[in-house]
T-cell receptor
């Protein structure tokens, strides 16, 4: 069945460091891929998405490229800020399963000044 | 525009009871999805409703059910509560389908004693 695997946390970085959070997926069809973020005390919100292979999603300095050959959708940011501290969730939605959503377990990021 | 609202925010029930949770989507959104979030299992898809019809269902027992009304508001019911049902239940609305941007509510924290 479909699934999403993302790197274990927690991750602690210094301000202005480079961020990578790995995400790989398994899907029967051609899924759409998402990164959702949950800031402390707030609800989940969409960070970025990509709907087909080689698409790059980007928002707020974060980027992720849909790599079909490696079934990956790694999240990157060149220079993190304290305000990026949050939990990040990778997710997929597969038309072959009626667009059912599958989330990864989440990766907690803490950025220290 | 008002966000997704969920009521109640907190609930305490005992084993064997039943519970109903409510979700009001963003105005104009017709798709409502429900998720269960627990520390052990993460975010798991329960079901999705569109135009008063269940369009998709996750892998949960029949004790979990839902419905959607003509104004797109949705309710989720859990019967014969078990200790393992303790979780944060999240509702998300989107314009037409889950691959559109989903907007999440703050959740209902259910504790089963």
């Amino acid at each position: 069945g479909d699934s999403v695997t993302q790197m274990e946390g927690p991750v602690t970085l210094s301000e202005e460091a480079f961020l990578t959070i790995n995400c790989t997926y398994t899907a029967t069809g051609y899924p759409s891929l998402f990164w959702y973020v949950q800031y402390p005390g707030e609800g989940l919100q969409l960070l970025l998405k990509a709907t087909k292979a080689d698409d790059k999603g980007s928002n707020k300095g974060f980027e992720a490229t849909y790599r079909k050959e490696t079934t990956s959708f790694h999240l990157e940011k060149g220079s993190v800020q304290v305000s990026d501290s949050a939990v990040y969730f990778c997710a997929l939605s597969d038309q072959d399963t009626g667009n059912q959503f599958y989330f990864g377990t989440g990766t907690s990021l803490t950025v220290i000044p | 525009k008002a966000g997704v609202t969920q009521t109640p925010r907190y609930l305490i029930k005992t084993r064997g009871q039943q519970v109903t949770l409510s979700c009001s989507p963003i105005s104009g959104h017709r798709s409502v999805s429900w998720y269960q979030q627990t520390p052990g299992q993460g975010l798991q898809f329960l079901f999705e409703y569109f135009s008063e019809t269940q369009r998709n269902k996750g892998n949960f027992p029949g004790r979990f059910s839902g419905r959607q009304f003509s104004n797109s508001r949705s309710e989720m019911n859990v019967s014969t509560l078990e200790l393992g049902d303790s979780a944060l239940y999240l509702c998300a609305s989107s314009f037409r389908q889950t691959t559109d941007t989903q907007y999440f509510g703050p959740g209902t924290r259910l504790t089963v004693l």
